[in-house]
């Protein structure tokens, strides 16, 4: 009996490593311009991830909302860069922040990060 409690527990901790490699995972997609979608679809109880998704969020309708610009007004070309490398700098700053399993709200984004917590729950 007390070897199935040894093997039991054991089990446990194998089980819920995945889940935190899995988490990491999905707060590191978040990130990732489209693959944002996988972890909303995935990982809707993990409120970890849900709060990288919010933010990860932002700065893919910040991408959209650059590209489409870009593609309009091509003489905003330095500007439009300069605030693609700051979305770029936004994005390893959060994976970052992931690795290390923070929720560290970034600058400005983690603002606008709130107006997705009725579509998110």
Do not use: C, R
């Not at 093997?7 to 311009?33: F, V």
């Not at 693959?35 to 909303?40: S, Y």
């Not at 969020?57 to 500007?79: G, K, R």
């Amino acid at each position: 009996m007390e070897e199935q409690n040894q093997n039991n527990s054991s089990g446990g901790q194998q089980a819920q490593q995945p889940k935190s490699d899995n988490q990491t995972l999905m707060g590191i997609l978040a990130y990732i311009g489209i693959l944002v979608i996988i972890p909303i679809l995935t990982e809707k109880e993990n409120k970890f991830v849900k709060f990288h998704v919010k933010q990860g969020l932002v700065l893919f309708a910040l991408e959209v909302v650059v590209f489409i610009i870009a593609s309009m007004f091509w003489m905003l070309a330095p500007f439009i860069i300069i605030v693609q490398l700051g979305a770029i700098a936004f994005s390893i700053i959060a994976i970052i922040n992931v690795i290390n399993v923070k929720e560290v709200e970034l600058p400005i984004i983690g603002q606008f990060s709130k107006f997705f917590d009725g579509i998110i729950k």
